[in-house]
């Protein structure tokens, strides 16, 4: 190990490796993308990078674009001249700006809106930027370090390729902690002489509380980790931590957790409201294209009297249902999008139908249901299709346009 790291606990084999690849990007200037889970310690390790870097007597600035509104973004990143909005009475300085010789952490790229992708990228490629509303052309020497939750970033139909090789030569992977059980030890201790040293009296685990710990499989990670030892702490008076007191708290983050994977109450893991609500939408249709034999036809059929899919890709950050499939990088993508083979007529048209289509079959067979069965759609995709058209429903459509 190269010098001391600031807290970050780093036991087991996993991070060791982690810690290497610090040591061995820090001084060398280049970008730098971290891919790990929420809570895994991203950001901790970006601080680190930065520590190391030649670049540590000027600033570190952090900046989640995911999660500012999209008409924000640009002004925090890369600020603007008075006058150059409603709004704007002085001028302001942005984080790329202000990171000058320095280092900037972009949080979540995933969620980075697709303009002020095109406009980093076309920064990065000429070197220079301006602030908004400004005529002046500006130089900065930034070091980039990003981050992403996203493991199929690469993947991801949201976020630009070109973009991406460009923030990502080179790569550090934090594993979750449940693959890094050795950590919870350590990671617990640490956590305890910072609490004594900062609230008195010496809390302990004993060895009942600590397995107790080491049989959880924390989707919240680290973070929540210490969350659940911070609630440990502050519910259990007594001097050692009452193991029952940790058995209650891990049962209720298990009840905040559905499909035990990545889904976790916002509170729980620190997220925010937009990406607990994205993540929630991910695993829902994931869940739901898996039990659907992986046919989109099957799964709209039982959804989309609720929800179109359109509007559920566009929840998801997607352009459109295609772009919605290719970014969750389901495995059985090319048969997502045609008819079961029961059904072999009029293949995959769900989408292509058009009004005339619709309303000369509907007419033909003064049945829903038969024009449905005749353009080889299903019957929710008809209603769809119906308020499209400006018709409040079928009740409607039958009594206007029939
Ligand atoms: N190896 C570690 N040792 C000690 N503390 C850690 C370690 N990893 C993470 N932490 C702590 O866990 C918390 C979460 O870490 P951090 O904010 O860096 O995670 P993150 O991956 O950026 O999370 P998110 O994806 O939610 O933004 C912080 O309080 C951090 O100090
Ligand atoms: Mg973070």
Redo the contacts with the bound molecule.
């Keep these: 190990m190269n010098g001391s790291y600031s807290g970050m606990v780093a036991v087991s084999q996993a991070m060791a490796e982690v810690q290497r690849k610090i040591d061995l990007y820090a001084p060398l200037d280049t970008y730098v993308l971290i891919l790990g889970e ?2 895994t310690g ?2 901790l390790v970006s601080r680190e990078i930065h520590a190391r870097s030649g670049r540590k007597e000027y600033r570190f600035e ?1 900046l ?1 674009t995911g999660a500012l509104p999209r008409e924000l973004v640009e002004s925090e990143l890369f600020g603007y001249e008075q006058g150059a909005f409603t709004g704007a009475t002085s001028r302001k300085v942005g984080y790329y700006e202000l990171a000058d010789n320095g280092t900037l952490f972009l ?2 790229i995933g969620n980075m809106p697709p303009e002020t992708q095109v406009k980093l990228l076309r920064i990065l490629d000429e070197g220079v930027f301006r602030r908004i509303g400004g005529v002046i052309d500006r130089q900065a020497n930034v070091r980039i370090i990003s ?1 992403t ?1 996203n493991p199929d970033i690469y993947n991801a139909a949201n976020f630009r390729n070109d973009l991406l090789y460009r923030l990502s030569v080179a790569v550090i992977e934090i594993p979750p902690l449940r693959e890094r059980m050795d950590d919870i030890t350590p990671i617990v201790n640490s956590f305890l002489r910072r609490w004594n040293e900062r609230n008195g009296p010496e809390k302990t685990l004993n060895s009942h509380g600590l397995r107790l710990l080491t049989e959880y499989d924390y989707p919240g990670n680290v973070r929540e980790l210490q969350n659940i030892l911070e609630r440990a702490c502050v519910e259990s008076p007594e001097r050692t931590i009452n193991p029952e007191v940790v058995q209650r708290i891990l049962q209720e983050q298990k009840r905040h957790i559905t499909h035990g994977k990545d889904v976790t109450a916002a509170q729980v893991t620190g997220l925010g409201y937009t990406e607990s609500k994205r993540r929630f939408a991910l695993n829902y249709m994931r869940e739901l294209f898996e039990s659907s034999g992986g046919n989109l036809f099957v799964a709209a059929k039982r959804l989309m009297d609720k929800v179109s899919s359109e509007e559920i890709s566009r929840d998801l950050g997607y352009e459109s249902l295609e772009q919605m499939i290719g970014g969750m990088k389901i495995e059985y993508k090319p048969t997502m999008l045609a008819e079961p083979a029961t059904k072999t007529k009029h293949q995959g048209r769900r989408s292509r139908i058009t009004d005339d289509e619709l309303m000369r079959a509907i007419r033909q067979h003064g049945s829903f249901s038969k024009a449905a069965g005749e353009l080889g759609v299903v019957g929710s995709a008809i209603d769809y299709r119906i308020k499209k058209m400006g018709y409040k429903g079928r009740k409607d459509f039958r009594k206007r346009a029939l």
């Design positions: 929420t809570g991203k950001e952090a989640n949080d979540e981050a939750n």
